[in-house]
């Protein structure tokens, strides 16, 4: 299977950039996982959008498009559980 390219839309970036330094570890491990497998186990389609999804990384979410066609990954957000939704 071929490797997705992940980018972070700016406002996504920001968020993670201001996490602590184990938080984006962490997180950073799972975002490159999906290069490989853009929808692992345990990934939610969000309902009432056409292409979100979501993974869990802890207490943290991280929010993401998927465009087969090119091959991409868009990072739309990176938040605590109880932000990530409003």
Known sequence: MAQYEIQFKASAAKEFRKLGQDVKARLRK??????????????????GAMDLYRIRVGDYRVIYEIDNDAQLIVVTRVRHRRDVYQ
């Open 30 to 47: 799972a975002i490159n996982a999906l290069k490989s497998e853009p929808r692992p186990a345990g990934v939610k389609k969000l309902a």
